[in-house]
């Protein structure tokens, strides 16, 4: 395309005592730029007191953007003017989001590796005053990994059939309402789901607390997101090699899971760890249907357990130091176990592509 | 497919019909398999609605015993007897703090999404848009941790600033005291939303025509011009939907309000005095005290944060679905 715009002949210009040239900034002007506005941001931060570094960088932001308009406009006219205040608000805003995601995490690592140790990570909160340090989480990684594999058994085989069911089946009205309903599904809020399994499991069923009962409400959570993803998958898996196969005369659900799902195994893979990942960090249906526990509990079948993300909701609440340098590092664990799920996951769909055939 | 081949291999056999649906559906092994997968199909269908008949049930309890109105009462005592709750309060905060969210969170996450996909030079895009996907897999909990215990002793400079110049309003009037305010929930939130809104948007702006935009540029165009004339009039259902998904998610937060937030049962004028409640927090905090009738008020509290969140999403959805080419469903 943009060879066909270069190959036109060049247009002529009818002489003229002006210069085609428009006047422009030096390519060193903006850096120039920032530089100032930061002495200007800090100058002004000291001359005036102010304590908060935010507003020192709030204060050259401001100046650097408004600088870079008035001089551009002197030099370079108007149009020109306003791309670059487009540029810099462009990045301003990305400096602004950035700031306090990186504040989050540094937060969570410098407090977290204070009491992040051997004995928190293979102990209970058995029998510790909440008021003085000591405890672990050990019987919160229990209840975690209990409720969250519960939760991918029963939500991998159903999700995964059903993205079978609308990329190889589905045609009509069914596939239609099913595929609507998982869009809707995604949006359902966590405390939404822990309501459902409280009302249905705990009140009307009259089961008690039990990390069975949160597992599912996880598993709501976690279906359309493998739904959707494995969808994804197995759609951009070529239609040459099911027409291959079933040209040999390999009946359709041979086919399926000889041949697509293989082809698409690397991606999927990776869409269950990303749903696992999700649902672990959740809290609300935990605090509903598993009721959180001091001590260990096997048993994700009777009685009440705890899980990390409720360790984290709970030692924050009961509001004391020690608790919440708990608290923090039981977030830092929380958050490396989401992260490196994520990471092998993108691993894996890199490793695992399928070869779009073309 | 023509009879001549199977004429000639097996003339005696019937010809075999086409390899279609209908006749592979013959074979047991295929008719398991569908079956089993139209059964999962239909079990999320159930689902969903079995979602919504026990919550519609349990409310019923609920409302029977309700000697408030539930729409109008500014008061949740559920475990009273007689009971008396409503859900004003709830809803105001519920929509007030994740307006607040949408009205911080969109015009950074378009920027965002802009300097991804258009601004930055490739070797800052891809690592950027790999973190972006990162942060929207920080767990709410975490999110609320940080809000409560890092971002709200740093926020009272800005109240008392906010006061000092804009409290003539009365929507800024501060009164001293922690941040714990609806405000607070709402920057909190457009932080926690921003990777959602920013991924969508993002993917979005990435299929705008090229054509146009090298059009665009070869008139002599501004690289905002390009944008303006050629990007965002491409992008804006979809920037419309990602912030509608960004709203549902707000909307459903339910640790991170209940860390920050000290609630109460009054309207108040101010965003920044401690207040209010969202649906999500108010079961989360009410939930451990709850008796029998105040399990069931706060479920009835939360089909109507269902039924909201299913409107806000299903419009997100629809209008995503006039552009097959992209959906926030992995985002």
């Known amino acids: 395309m943009s060879n066909a715009v270069m190959d036109k002949p060049p247009v002529t210009v009818p002489p003229s005592g002006n210069t085609l040239k428009q006047p422009r900034l030096p390519r060193w002007a903006p850096a120039g730029l920032a530089l100032l506005s930061a002495g200007a941001g800090a100058g002004a931060g000291l001359a005036f007191g102010l304590a908060s570094r935010v507003q020192w960088g709030l204060i050259a932001a401001i100046v650097y953007v408004a600088a870079t308009y008035a001089l551009t406009t002197a030099v370079e006219g108007r149009r020109q003017a306003k791309d670059r205040l487009a540029t810099s608000l462009i990045w301003v805003s990305f400096l602004v989001a950035v700031l306090p995601l990186?504040?989050?995490?540094?937060?969570?690592?410098?407090?977290?590796?204070?009491?992040?140790?051997?004995?928190?990570?293979?102990?209970?909160?058995?029998?510790?005053?909440?008021?003085?340090?000591?405890?672990?989480?050990?019987?919160?990684?229990?209840?975690?990994?209990?409720?969250?594999?519960?939760?991918?058994?029963?939500?991998?085989?159903?999700?995964?059939?059903?993205?079978?069911?609308?990329?190889?089946?589905?045609?009509?009205?069914?596939?239609?309402?099913?595929?609507?309903?998982?869009?809707?599904?995604?949006?359902?809020?966590?405390?939404?789901?822990?309501?459902?399994?409280?009302?249905?499991?705990?009140?009307?069923?009259?089961?008690?607390?039990?990390?069975?009962?949160?597992?599912?409400?996880?598993?709501?959570?976690?279906?359309?997101?493998?739904?959707?993803?494995?969808?994804?998958?197995?759609?951009?898996?070529?239609?040459?090699?099911?027409?291959?196969?079933?040209?040999?005369?390999?009946?359709?659900?041979?086919?399926?899971?000889?041949?697509?799902?293989?082809?698409?195994?690397?991606?999927?893979?990776?869409?269950?760890?990303?749903?696992?990942?999700?649902?672990?960090?959740?809290?609300?249906?935990?605090?509903?249907?598993?009721?959180?526990?001091?001590?260990?509990?096997?048993?994700?079948?009777?009685?009440?357990?705890?899980?990390?993300?409720?360790?984290?909701?709970?030692?924050?609440?009961?509001?004391?130091?020690?608790?919440y340098d708990r608290a923090w590092a039981a977030a830092l664990v929380l958050i490396a176990f989401v992260m490196i799920l994520n990471l092998v996951a993108r691993g894996i769909a890199r490793w695992k592509a399928p070869k779009t055939g073309r | 497919m023509d009879i001549a081949p199977t004429a000639s291999a097996a003339p005696k056999n019937p010809p075999p019909k086409g390899p279609s649906g209908k006749d592979s559906a013959t074979r047991p092994g295929d008719r398991i398999f569908l079956g089993l997968s139209r059964g999962s199909g239909i079990a999320l269908l159930v689902i969903m609605a079995a979602i919504a008949v026990f919550l519609t049930w349990r409310t019923l309890v609920a409302l029977a015993e309700n000697e408030g109105n539930f729409l109008t009462t500014f008061e949740w005592s559920a475990n009273a007897d007689p009971p008396v709750f409503g859900i004003a309060v709830?809803?105001?905060?519920?929509?007030?703090?994740?307006?607040?969210?949408?009205?911080?969170?969109?015009?950074?996450?378009?920027g965002i999404a802009l300097f991804i996909s258009h601004y930055a030079p490739r070797r800052i895009a891809t690592p950027m848009a790999y973190v972006v996907d990162l942060l929207a897999a920080v767990p709410s909990i975490i999110y609320g941790l940080w809000g409560a215990l890092f971002l709200v002793p740093h926020l009272t400079g800005l109240y008392e600033w906010l006061d000092q110049f804009f409290g003539w309003t009365g929507v800024f009037a501060y009164n001293g005291g922690a941040p714990r305010s609806l405000f607070t929930v709402g920057i909190l939130l457009a932080i926690m939303i921003l990777p959602i809104v920013t991924n969508v948007s993002r993917e979005v702006f990435k299929q705008s025509p090229k054509m146009q935009e090298e059009a665009a540029l070869a008139l002599g165009a501004t690289r905002w011009e390009v944008v303006r004339m050629a990007v965002l009039p491409f992008g804006r259902s979809g920037v419309i939907s990602a912030s509608m998904l960004g709203l549902g998610r707000a909307l459903g937060e339910t640790m991170a309000v209940a860390t920050v937030l000290s609630p109460n049962f009054l309207i108040n004028a101010s965003l920044l005095n401690p207040g209010g409640g969202t649906f999500a927090q108010n079961i989360a905090a009410g939930f451990k005290e709850a008796g029998d009738i105040g399990r069931d008020a706060l479920i009835a509290s939360g089909l109507v944060l269902f039924v909201i969140t299913l409107l806000v999403n299903g419009a997100a959805r629809l209008i995503i679905a006039r552009r097959k080419e992209y959906s926030g469903a992995n985002a």
């Open chain 1, 102 to 323: 990186a504040s989050l995490i540094w937060e969570t690592i410098a407090r977290g590796t204070k009491v992040l140790d051997g004995y928190f990570l293979t102990h209970s909160m058995s029998g510790v005053i909440t008021l003085q340090p000591g405890g672990g989480i050990y019987h919160a990684i229990i209840g975690t990994i209990e409720q969250v594999g519960i939760a991918t058994l029963i939500a991998a085989p159903i999700g995964l059939l059903t993205a079978i069911y609308l990329v190889e089946y589905g045609r009509g009205k069914l596939a239609t309402a099913v595929t609507f309903f998982v869009d809707v599904m995604t949006g359902i809020p966590s405390i939404v789901a822990g309501l459902f399994v409280l009302s249905f499991w705990i009140i009307i069923l009259d089961f008690g607390y039990s990390g069975f009962a949160g597992a599912m409400a996880l598993a709501i959570l976690m279906m359309p997101i493998v739904v959707r993803s494995t969808e994804e998958m197995l759609k951009l898996v070529p239609n040459e090699l099911r027409e291959a196969s079933l040209a040999l005369g390999v009946p359709k659900w041979r086919t399926i899971l000889k041949v697509v799902l293989p082809t698409a195994i690397g991606g999927i893979t990776t869409g269950v760890m990303l749903a696992v990942a999700r649902i672990a960090g959740e809290t609300a249906p935990i605090l509903l249907l598993v009721f959180g526990a001091q001590s260990i509990n096997n048993n994700p079948f009777e009685g009440a357990q705890s899980s990390l993300p409720y360790y984290v909701y709970e030692q924050w609440a009961n509001g004391n130091e020690a608790s």
């Open chain 2, 90 to 110: 709830l809803a105001y905060g519920t929509i007030v703090s994740s307006i607040i969210a949408m009205v911080l969170a969109v015009p950074v996450a378009v």
